[in-house]
């Protein structure tokens, strides 16, 4: 509970306070209310005993502009919603808006399961990221490879996303992270929110970019951004046939993975680990696509580059895990030597 607490409270301290997202209208106290007492004396003649206090009702409705403060909850969303866009459009708050777009897919998915948070909302949180910014930040003066970079985010989304619902229900994935409490869900789900929104940084300062036109290097990490999305892609759907066969194989050795059944062939000739690969040229081809558009930014090179060192780091963690495990597991049976001789390189090619 007490997470929870300092969890809200430093997410107003970080949007400058619920107030923000509401009309910029004074709260009556003190002297006013009373100014108002005075001019309005029938108000105070006419209110009934029990009845609310006049102070509640007069700084429900204390005019400012021509206009009323509205506390009803479509109006709070509608406000929320349009601060959102002017930061995601313009500002230096552009990652915080950004990540309140990731937090609306991570938050129900973690809650649901805690370890959605890290698969499955990962995948469609960025694809979310890569929409928003698509349709409120992209203009007629986006240069292509910005919108390339956007489309890019949406289909590395939506795939991983599928792609790890669909495995988890064929396969009924094991994990050891535990759900825990509501409130350790939150701020985990706050966290992920905004390393996912760091990813995506670079894309939101391309499409803000309306001067500079494509060039070799955006366009290049648009390319590249493409390729590992693919690569990652094709990689995924070949493991999970190769391990569909595996799950139904009569041999009782295959089906409980013990003995090495692949994949080893395909883009797993490449390296022992081709799905990271491609992630990794996925997210270095985001940065590559938007580092043009940084200028000056403080915000887009300290976000982008933290998004990238942790995920790149992420990535070799992972890949040096089941590289380990594998060769614990498969050293000595022929088809894995065999394969592991000629896939000689681990994760990168051309460095052992």
């Excluded at 996912?196 to 939101?204: D, G, N, Q, R």
Aim: aromatic share 10%; net charge positive; charged share 15%.
């Amino acid at each position: 509970q007490q997470k929870l607490v300092y969890f809200l409270t430093l997410l107003a301290a970080s949007t400058q306070g619920a107030a923000s997202f509401l009309p910029q209208q004074h709260v009556a106290s003190g002297a006013f209310q009373r100014n108002l007492v005075q001019q309005h004396p029938q108000q105070r003649q006419l209110q009934p005993s029990g009845s609310p206090n006049l102070s509640h009702q007069v700084v429900g409705s204390i005019p400012r502009g021509g206009s009323s403060l509205n506390l009803s909850p479509s109006s709070i969303i509608s406000n929320m919603l349009t601060t959102i866009t002017s930061n995601l459009q313009s500002g230096p708050s552009g990652i915080l808006a950004l990540s309140s777009v990731t937090w609306s897919v991570v938050l129900p998915l973690t809650l649901f399961k805690k370890i959605y948070g890290i698969g499955v909302a990962y995948g469609f949180s960025v694809a979310a990221a890569g929409l928003t910014m698509l349709k409120v930040v992209s203009t007629s003066s986006s240069s292509q490879s910005a919108v390339l970079l956007a489309k890019a985010c949406m289909f590395y989304g939506v795939r991983l996303g599928s792609y790890l619902l669909l495995r988890d229900y064929l396969r009924d994935y094991q994990t050891t992270v535990k759900n825990g409490s509501i409130s350790s869900r939150v701020t985990f789900s706050a966290s992920l929110a905004v390393f996912y929104a760091l990813l995506t940084t670079p894309v939101l300062y391309a499409l803000r970019s309306t001067s500079a036109p494509d060039s070799a290097i955006s366009m290049t990490g648009a390319s590249l951004a493409w390729t590992g999305a693919i690569l990652e892609a094709i990689a995924d759907l070949h493991k999970l046939i190769v391990k569909q066969q595996q799950s139904s194989s009569d041999d009782k050795d295959k089906e409980d993975g013990k003995e090495f059944t692949g994949p080893d062939t395909w883009t797993y000739r490449i390296c022992r680990h081709p799905n990271y690969l491609g992630e990794m040229i996925f997210w270095i081809g985001l940065f590559v696509g938007g580092v043009g558009s940084f200028g000056k930014s403080i915000p887009a090179w300290l976000g982008s580059s933290f998004g990238l060192a942790g995920i790149l780091s992420i990535m070799l963690k992972a890949a040096s895990g089941l590289e380990g495990r594998q060769k614990e597991k498969y050293e000595g049976q022929e088809r894995y030597d065999t394969w592991k001789s000629k896939a000689k390189y681990s994760l990168i090619p051309f460095i052992q």
